[in-house]
């Protein structure tokens, strides 16, 4: 019996995880550590978090890099963000072409979201490799 293609809803969820661990990697040094965009605090990128300057619920920057920034759990959850500070690190040029960008539609089909899942999934094994994790 042939398998069941997954479902757009699974792709995305399956790419948000990849990401995520790819934006906290990108921004680790050579022990797993990164710093909070948004406090500075450093921790292991496993204890950190994959923060979005504009909201997830804005497909056009989801997965955008630019609008993903490593934050700390105290800044991301609990403090919604702290979009103020974080638009001072990303700078107004950046947070301006972020947000006129989360306000564009965009709609990614199964082999979108299969080609960045592949793409994200290489940029991991890499840096999980420099870091001494794979």
């Not at 909070?36 to 923060?51: A, E, I």
């Not at 300057?53 to 800044?75: G, I, K, L």
């Amino acid at each position: 019996m042939p398998k069941k293609p997954k479902t757009l809803t699974n792709l995305k969820k399956e790419l948000d995880i990849i990401f995520s661990r790819y934006i906290r990697l990108r921004n680790a040094d050579d022990n797993g550590d990164a710093i909070c965009v948004t406090c500075s605090v450093k921790n292991h990128w496993k204890k950190l978090q994959n923060g979005h300057f504009m909201s997830r619920r804005h497909t056009a920057t989801r997965w955008d890099e630019d609008n993903c920034q490593v934050q700390c759990y105290s800044c991301n959850v609990m403090q919604q963000g702290k979009q103020y500070e974080y638009s001072i690190w990303l700078g107004a040029e950046l947070a301006d072409e972020l947000l006129e960008k989360s306000r564009t539609t965009v709609k990614f089909d199964r082999d979108d979201l299969q080609k960045m899942i592949l793409e994200y999934k290489q940029e991991v094994e890499f840096h999980l490799d420099r870091i001494g994790e794979l």
